[in-house]
């Protein structure tokens, strides 16, 4: 399924389950929970699905690059998704499990042509509280190394090769539906691509943070 788009690794990082026991002690009822997210085989042109609407904002940078004002990028607005996001000219983006956990759903993103560049995008509900604790369990269970914290409520791992021309990186995030608000959702973005095309991967990690503060 190809994800709506508006005009304008295998993951490197492996996912482990060992955390589900856990987050299912702290889940609420399901009253207390977010709207759910479209499951991966949902359809996208669904017409009870709302488009996440893109917003104008000044980037926030977890590592590496952003995208130049006037760059020519693609809108991935995905039906029931709390956010949009861009992707660079001529990706294109299908539904995938990309994590494990309740209101789960998930990218994946592709440039055109022969390319060994992915980037994964994933989405679930955070578990009530969505406190640091719940938040390092969850973090847990996308990544077997502990990740670099960016800010309050994200956290990353990185890895660069320029020898090898190897790039990976990962980002965890937590956000509310509105800054400020208590966290409801952990997105995750796993990418990975050549060393020397490593700012498409970052652009796209960046642009997601910045539209989930």
């Known amino acids: ?18 955390s589900k026991s856990d987050q299912s002690s702290n889940a609420s009822a399901p009253n207390d929970r977010p709207p759910a997210a479209p499951s991966a085989t949902s359809s996208l042109a669904s017409p009870t699905g709302d ?25 991935i607005a995905e039906a029931g998704w709390p956010f949009a996001f861009r992707v660079p000219t001529g990706w294109r983006c299908n539904s995938a499990q990309i994590i494990d956990g309740d209101n789960s759903a998930g990218l994946e993103c592709r440039p055109p042509g022969e390319s060994n560049t992915l980037l994964q995008v994933g989405l679930r509900a955070c578990d009530q509280p969505c406190d640091p604790t719940t938040r390092d369990l969850m ?9 670099t914290e960016g800010d309050a409520t994200t956290s ?5 090769d320029g020898r090898d021309n190897v790039y990976g990186l990962l980002v965890s995030h937590f956000f509310g539906p509105e800054p400020g608000k208590q966290p409801t959702w952990q997105v995750v973005v796993r990418g990975r691509s050549p060393h020397t095309d490593r700012a498409a991967v970052q652009k796209v990690a960046n642009d997601i943070r910045t539209q989930t503060p």
Do not use: H
Request: proline share 4%; net charge negative.
């Open 1 to 18: 399924m190809v994800a709506v788009v508006v005009c304008g690794i295998g993951a490197i990082f492996v996912v482990s389950g060992d």
């Open 51 to 75: 488009l996440p609407e893109f917003k104008k904002m000044l980037p926030v940078i977890v590592t590496g690059a952003v995208y130049d004002q006037g760059e020519q990028t693609d809108i």
């Open 139 to 147: 973090n847990r269970d996308i990544a077997r190394e502990a990740l």
């Open 156 to 160: 990353y791992a990185e890895m660069a």
